[in-house]
């Protein structure tokens, strides 16, 4: 399974009041192993920064003067999320962005949904913990990941925190992109030090499912019986 974790820096907060994407990352995942393929790029908006905005970012106009236009980099992007599941916090805001970029393109319009399955983490955290704060913030601080780094918001930063976060409330299986220093190409040296060791006799440990991980398996299985008419095989074994 392919998936791109998504995320994008803007002008300001209201694409359809003329507001543009300013920053683009994405970090690939393969069978929820970081591959090290990414996408980044900074824009031109042709537009002034909100102050709100910058003091989230700390990009200014002037940084992006020289930077390429959406149009230039519309094709790459594309081609990189095609065929892929993409993963966003708060998805609804990345993807408006992007359709009204997509929009200005003289081009038919096929909006982002269309083209890529879309898993949205924050409706996803708010079905694991219900009435909680769940920004991205908040979940580095309930799974443990590490978001030190995060003094300003970035797209590419965000995207490999969000990675981490992602893989830590959907299996237990965190650390494989910010852990590595950042690289990614290091996921199959991660995966290795994860194995569990045997311990002397020749017995292996047997991890057990944290209540995290229990809550999220619940979940699914919520959801496998609501799209099978109420069923769940899985919960008659």
């Known amino acids: 399974m392919r998936q791109i974790i998504l995320d994008t820096e ?26 090290g393929r990414r996408f980044h790029r900074y824009l031109n908006p042709d537009r002034d920064i909100d102050e709100g905005a910058l003091a989230v970012h700390g990009i200014t106009r002037a940084q992006l003067e020289r930077e390429p236009r959406f149009p230039e980099i519309a094709d790459e992007l594309l081609a990189f999320c095609e065929g892929a599941e993409l993963v966003i916090h708060n998805a609804a ?46 979940l580095c601080k309930r799974y443990g990941v590490d978001n030190s780094q995060r003094e300003l918001h970035g797209a590419l930063l965000d995207a490999m925190i969000l ?29 290795e030090n994860a194995r569990p060791r045997a311990r002397r006799g020749g017995a292996l440990p047997v991890p057990r499912a944290s209540d995290v991980e229990l809550a999220a398996h619940e979940s699914m299985l ?16």
């Open 10 to 35: 803007t002008t300001g907060l209201e694409a359809d009041r003329g507001h543009r994407i300013i920053e683009i990352g994405c970090v690939e995942l393969a069978n929820r192993r970081v591959t």
């Open 163 to 191: 990675a981490d976060v992602y893989l830590a409330m959907t299996g237990g299986q965190g650390a494989l992109a910010l852990g590595e220093g950042h690289g990614g190409d290091r996921a199959s040296d991660s995966t």
């Open 93 to 138: 805001f990345d993807l408006g962005f992007l359709d009204a970029e997509l929009k200005r393109l003289p081009r038919e319009f096929v909006p982002m949904a269309t083209r890529c399955r879309v898993l949205d983490t924050l409706v996803l955290a708010r079905e694991l913990h219900p009435g909680q704060r769940n920004s991205l913030d908040a």
């Open 222 to 237: 919520d959801r496998v019986a609501k799209s099978a008419g109420g069923s769940c095989l899985f919960r008659t074994l």
